[in-house]
């Protein structure tokens, strides 16, 4: 386990690049299953889930370079199998991409149960839905198995809720069915939206992209291509939330400003002094000031991945915020540890926590138990008066390239050790 040893109280300030979407990452690598023409990924994120997913691939045959850099080249001429390696599935839960995939390729998956962040809190039952609905049988074996000897058939189904995975893994067997799939009640996102444009240039058109009902064209021959991935707007987001948490001035390019709108509208709220100009988010010295309710949604609403700091940004705020995280159980319950840094906080339940601020912070050793609350456990560690030491730090890791390295070059007092 690594620990990263934070000595809080200094202003972040510089400028700084995001990668590119991690959320888009898995599933366009995943789709370059579906051909057997090299694709060519740029603005790849250099983090750990992307190296388990490419490894993923390798195991099933495929080739791929450049891990490492910012551009893969992936081509799955031939795959060797269909059961993902489940030493490395149990270490991602993105592995269930590969679902639909292998079932489009293969015509039969054997998965172990994907791990990653809250892997017991969240099924896979809507893959499986959407996976049925198109023509695949679930087999009483060991693991998730399925079969569809005789290939994926078009399908119009509703999934039962509009899950982000859910939606590509649809999406990514929709392909390979020869006519029109309709998948209602889609997820919205921008990485949703973006695997949607992959599709349409390998020769899948996909209709509706960015709403809630799309129309797949599929059963075409699919042919490689080369895609640059969107600025990560999740950790545009972070990052500027670490600049107002510390009063520092920070310069956040690479993420689309249409992606950062449900962040920034939330911060503008709570004082954060923020523009928008191109490519690039500036954030300015603020006076912070809290907001009577924040409320995750599905896009475009606030999305749950930066409620953990934007809990850390309320400590900061002048009132109380009651923030409400409906769509995850278990992150606001990692932030529980931020009272014995004097926060003044009250948990109501699982999905619901009410923050009274300003609180000074003081540090503490803290505890990374998922991505985004692990990033949020640092900003209050960059924040906090004296030394904090956060475990788990290569948690965060997997979804924040080069994090220690950035942090130094933004002025923070940061050291990483491994136990």
Same mark, same amino acid.
């Given at each position: 386990?690594?620990?990263?040893?934070?000595?809080?109280?200094?202003?972040?300030?510089?400028?700084?690049?995001?990668?590119?979407?991690?959320?888009?990452?898995?599933?366009?690598?995943?789709?370059?299953?579906?051909?057997?023409?090299?694709?060519?990924?740029?603005?790849?994120?250099?983090?750990?889930?992307?190296?388990?997913?490419?490894?993923?691939?390798?195991?099933?045959?495929?080739?791929?370079?450049?891990? /490492?850099?910012?551009?893969?080249?992936?081509?799955?001429?031939?795959?060797?199998?269909?059961?993902?390696?489940?030493?490395?599935?149990?270490?991602?839960?993105?592995?269930?991409?590969?679902?639909?995939?292998?079932?489009?390729?293969?015509?039969?998956?054997?998965?172990?149960?994907?791990?990653?962040?809250?892997?017991?809190?969240?099924?896979?039952?809507?893959?499986?839905?959407?996976?049925?609905?198109?023509? !695949?049988?679930?087999?009483?074996? @060991?693991?998730?198995?399925?079969?569809?000897?005789?290939?994926?058939?078009? !399908?119009?189904?509703?999934?039962?809720?509009?899950?982000?995975?859910?939606?590509?893994?649809?999406?990514?067997?929709?392909?390979?069915?020869?006519?029109?799939?309709?998948?209602?009640?889609?997820?919205?996102?921008?990485?949703?939206?973006?695997?949607?444009?992959? +599709?349409?240039?390998?020769?899948?058109?996909?209709?509706?992209?960015?709403?809630?009902?799309?129309?797949?064209?599929?059963?075409?021959?699919?042919?490689?291509?080369?895609?640059?991935?969107?600025?990560?707007?999740?950790?545009?987001?972070?990052?500027?939330?670490?600049?107002?948490?510390?009063?520092? @001035?920070?310069?956040?390019? /690479?993420?689309?400003?249409?992606?950062?709108?449900?962040?920034?509208?939330?911060?503008?709220?709570?004082?954060?002094?923020?523009?928008?100009?191109?490519?690039?988010?500036?954030?300015?010295?603020?006076? +912070?000031?809290?907001?009577?309710?924040?409320?995750? /949604? +599905?896009?475009?609403?606030?999305?749950?991945?930066?409620?953990?700091?934007?809990?850390?940004?309320?400590?900061?705020?002048?009132?109380?915020?009651?923030?409400?995280?409906?769509?995850?159980?278990?992150? +606001?319950?990692?932030?529980?540890?931020?009272? /014995?840094?004097?926060?003044?906080?009250?948990?109501?339940?699982?999905?619901?926590?009410?923050?009274?601020?300003?609180?000074?912070?003081?540090?503490?050793?803290?505890?990374?138990?998922?991505?985004?609350?692990?990033?949020?456990?640092?900003?209050?560690?960059? !924040?906090?008066?004296?030394?904090?030491?956060?475990?788990?730090? @290569?948690?965060?890791?997997?979804?924040? !390239?080069?994090?220690? @390295?950035?942090?130094?070059?933004?002025?923070?007092?940061?050291?990483?050790?491994?136990?």
């Amino acid at each position: 386990m690594a620990t990263l040893r934070v000595t809080g109280g200094r202003r972040l300030s510089g400028r700084v690049e995001v990668s590119g979407n991690k959320n888009a990452a898995l599933p366009l690598i995943a789709a370059c299953l579906l051909t057997s023409d090299e694709c060519v990924l740029e603005n790849v994120p250099h983090i750990k889930d992307v190296d388990v997913m490419a490894r993923l691939l390798q195991d099933l045959g495929a080739s791929v370079s450049g891990l /490492g850099t910012s551009r893969l080249h992936v081509r799955a001429a031939e795959l060797a199998g269909a059961a993902p390696d489940p030493r490395l599935v149990g270490r991602l839960r993105g592995s269930v991409l590969l679902m639909g995939a292998l079932l489009a390729r293969r015509g039969r998956v054997r998965l172990a149960t994907p791990g990653g962040d809250f892997p017991t809190r969240r099924t896979i039952s809507t893959h499986v839905q959407a996976l049925v609905a198109l023509g !695949a049988r679930v087999m009483d074996e @060991e693991g998730h198995v399925l079969e569809a000897p005789e290939g994926l058939k078009p !399908a119009s189904f509703y999934l039962d809720e509009a899950s982000v995975t859910g939606t590509e893994t649809a999406l990514l067997a929709a392909a390979a069915a020869p006519g029109i799939t309709e998948i209602r009640h889609a997820a919205c996102e921008p990485h949703v939206v973006e695997l949607c444009r992959f +599709l349409t240039a390998m020769g899948a058109p996909v209709e509706g992209a960015g709403t809630p009902t799309l129309r797949v064209h599929g059963g075409g021959k699919l042919r490689g291509v080369t895609h640059r991935i969107d600025g990560d707007y999740i950790e545009a987001g972070s990052w500027a939330v670490l600049a107002a948490v510390t009063r520092g @001035e920070m310069v956040v390019a /690479g993420a689309r400003p249409e992606d950062l709108e449900p962040i920034t509208s939330v911060m503008q709220r709570m004082g954060v002094y923020c523009e928008i100009e191109g490519d690039e988010l500036r954030v300015y010295d603020s006076r +912070l000031r809290a907001i009577r309710r924040l409320t995750t /949604g +599905l896009w475009p609403g606030f999305p749950s991945d930066i409620v953990s700091l934007m809990t850390v940004l309320a400590t900061q705020a002048e009132g109380r915020t009651l923030i409400h995280d409906w769509l995850y159980e278990l992150r +606001l319950f990692a932030l529980e540890q931020l009272s /014995g840094m004097r926060a003044d906080l009250f948990l109501c339940d699982s999905h619901r926590i009410i923050v009274t601020g300003p609180t000074p912070l003081r540090g503490k050793t803290l505890d990374s138990r998922d991505i985004r609350s692990g990033m949020a456990l640092i900003a209050a560690a960059l !924040a906090a008066e004296g030394e904090s030491d956060v475990l788990g730090v @290569e948690i965060v890791e997997r979804g924040y !390239a080069r994090l220690s @390295e950035r942090l130094l070059a933004l002025g923070a007092q940061v050291e990483r050790s491994a136990d």
